[in-house]
């Protein structure tokens, strides 16, 4: 027995796996190469991969992709399994995990009596809202109750339960409220017929709620997975009144968002390859727009109908194109994309640019700022004055951004290197995913690497790999040399390059 007292019933050989979105043929493929069953395949990749006969039962895990970030939902039986996988072979992916477990059923205890609802205390350590629309009776402080996790309030910051508990199969969900509901993705007589079905075969007291897979289920197939599930229902319910509080029990949905950095950009590239024509950069350029998007569409097709034309040459002439039409030049205005492995997303900025060279074959970009007074800048302990400014520098891959922080008088107070994954540019922004470690010179010009135990959290939590965090140690333990030694030559040397312009921002401001 498992952490709970019940899990969801479903039939598992294999875990089944759905991906929708800009990664569905390379995560296909690599699910595929990991044991994984792909159900409810879209008509494309059902052609890549020549699925004749495709699986169409619900998914085990749901993962929806759009630019570097995919969000997944996945049964709590098999989360682990699946970071693991990911974590193993993308060394620079990112998960987060969200801390609650939606559709997680637990005993709790109501704590508060609010005006609109309830406060229950379900785990030692969560707490969660009941609202009254969602509590099937009258509670006061110090009571009982079944609830089960339904979403999260970002508003209110809070967990939302609710007494109405699910259980879900393969095609159709019970709901303890008597109700008939059907997929928006299921339409016409379909729909009709399913409707008519949830009617005459919903247990009394129940409703039932049909999944997308209800589609190609046989009437016989539903009305057994429908007397299953009344038949589980019911063995839950009687155990219910035995359970103490603060227990989990039944399994829920664990929501996940996992962000792909630039190398396992690259990495889903060689992966896709293997299927179809890929272009080098496919997914970073399809994150750019819609334009990029369809140019990349057309000249892989060029690819896969044309062998005689090499898409390795293809790719060098698309993103040369690319970065001397899109990418931002020397005057522009960009933001600075700082995300947190907890997927908070900083952004800094306004910052621009003033400067741009090749630096070992990738753009560099050399930005002003201005900051506010008021405080003291994290890491270099300098205090915020009016009239500092600082210079970011951001090359293309590069796994750290420099920032150098003057005062009016043009004195230095201090560096702050940020360790993090290889940089991308995009058409008015910098992102990287921030490894939380950081080198930095102080304004009394001690030189010392900070902020290590937020990388050891994130290790031990299972958001990033032992991998990356060996990496990114590695990587600040190098910046602090060069910081000890040439580092400030090449700061003053960078400044003299850009002397002339930084001088034309302060007497514009």
């Known amino acids: 027995m498992g952490k709970w007292l019940f899990g969801i019933p ?10 929708r979105g800009v990664y569905s043929t390379a995560l296909t493929r690599f699910f595929l190469s990991q044991g994984f069953e792909i159900t409810q395949p879209s008509p494309k990749v ?27 939902e996945s049964l709590e039986r098999f989360t682990s399994t699946f970071k693991k996988v990911l974590l193993e072979n993308f060394d620079d992916v990112i998960i987060y995990q969200e801390p609650y477990t939606r559709n997680s059923i637990w005993r709790g205890v109501v704590t508060k009596k609010l005006k609109d ?66 997929s928006r993705k299921i339409k016409g007589t379909r729909k009709i017929e399913l409707l008519d079905i949830g009617n005459i075969l919903r247990p009394p007291g129940w409703g039932a709620i049909f999944r997308t897979s209800a589609m190609y289920a046989s009437l016989d197939a539903i009305s057994d997975e429908l ?21 989990q029990i039944r399994e829920g949905i664990n929501l996940l968002t996992i962000f792909f950095p630039s190398n396992a950009k690259r990495r889903l590239d060689d992966i896709r390859s293997e299927v179809v024509p890929t272009l080098k950069g496919h997914h970073w350029i399809k994150t750019l727009g819609r334009a990029p998007s369809l140019l990349v569409d057309f000249l892989e097709e060029v690819g896969y109908r044309y062998s005689n034309v090499g898409i390795d040459e293809l790719s060098r002439v698309t993103i040369d194109f690319i970065k001397k039409n899109l990418l931002p030049k020397k005057g522009d205005v960009v933001s600075i994309h700082h995300i947190k492995p907890s997927m908070k997303r900083i952004v800094l900025g306004p910052a621009k640019v003033i400067d741009v060279k090749e630096a070992d074959g990738h753009p560099e970009y050399v930005m002003f700022r201005r900051f506010s007074a008021g405080g003291y800048y994290d890491g270099i302990n300098a205090p915020k004055e009016s009239g500092d400014f600082g210079i970011t520098v951001a090359r293309e891959g590069d796994t750290k951004l420099l920032t ?3 005062d009016m008088n043009l004195n230095l107070k201090g560096v702050y290197i940020n360790v993090n994954s290889p940089i991308e540019i995009y058409p008015h922004s910098i992102r990287y995913v921030d490894l939380e470690i950081d080198v930095v010179r102080t304004y009394e010009g001690d030189i010392m690497i900070i902020d290590r135990k937020k990388l050891d959290r994130y290790v031990g939590q ?15 333990r190098e910046y602090k040399a060069w910081l000890e030694t040439t580092g400030l030559d090449y700061i003053n040397e960078l400044y003299e390059t850009v002397r002339e312009a930084i001088e034309e921002e302060l007497i514009v401001s």
């Open 404 to 406: 150098v922080y003057y």
């Open 227 to 247: 007397k299953k599930l009344q038949t589980h229902a019911e063995e839950l319910l009687r155990n219910l009144e035995k359970v103490p509080a603060f227990t």
């Open 462 to 476: 299972g958001v990033i790999s032992k991998k990356l965090y060996e990496f990114a140690t590695e990587k600040a």
């Open 117 to 182: 609802g309830y406060l229950v205390r379900f785990s030692l350590n969560q707490e969660g809202f009941l609202p009254n629309e969602e509590a099937q009776q009258q509670y006061r402080e110090g009571d009982l109750v079944v609830v089960e996790v339904k979403d999260y309030d970002q508003k209110n910051g809070r967990v939302v339960l609710t007494e109405f508990i699910s259980i879900p199969g393969e095609y159709v969900v019970l709901v303890k409220k008597e109700m008939v509901k059907v």
């Open 10 to 19: 479903v039939s598992a050989d294999r875990i089944r796996v759905r991906v």
């Open 46 to 72: 059902c052609e890549r991969f020549s699925f004749e006969n495709p699986q169409y039962l619900s998914p085990h895990i749901d993962i929806k992709a759009k630019g570097s970030r995919a969000i997944v």
